[in-house]
Structures are given as structure tokens and as C-alpha cells.
């Protein structure tokens, strides 16, 4: 599925560029160039790096009893 219009970049690729150390939209835009036209697929940008980082954000929390 196409989640930057303007650039034609699917949510694969996305995720590929998340892989390979992409850690925020301006670094996904940078990587592949999705985000760096209209602006209008940030909000998804955001969702697919939250989604891909948040068993290691989980990781890092401390543990409870
Ligand atoms: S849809 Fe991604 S920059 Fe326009």
C-alpha cells in the first residue's frame, strides 16, 4: 500500500528504511524520500515508526513485580 502519494513509496519501503536505522520521518524522507513532498503522510510515517520501534521501546522499560 502506497503511504506517500507524491513519491510513490509503499509501506514496505517504508519499513525496509525503518530497518536499516531510520528512527524518525525526516530520516525515513532522507532515506527514500517519502514525507518530503506535501507533508500530508507524516501522521502515517509516524504510525508505521511507532509500530516498528515499540517492542524495543518496551524492551528498554524498566520491570516491574
Ligand atoms: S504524500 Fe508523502 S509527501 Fe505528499
Not at 528504511?17 to 507533508?39: F, K, L, N, P, Y
Not at 509516524?46 to 520491570?63: G, S
Amino acid at each position: 500500500m502506497y503511504v506517500c502519494i507524491c513519491h510513490a513509496v509503499p509501506d514496505t519501503e517504508i519499513r525496509s528504511c525503518i530497518a536499516r536505522g531510520a528512527r524518525s520521518v525526516e530520516e525515513v524522507g532522507d532515506a527514500c524520500g517519502a514525507g518530503t513532498g506535501c507533508g500530508s503522510c507524516h501522521d502515517h510515517i509516524d504510525v508505521i515508526l511507532a509500530t516498528a520501534n515499540a517492542p524495543a521501546d518496551l524492551a528498554t522499560l524498566p520491570a516491574t513485580a
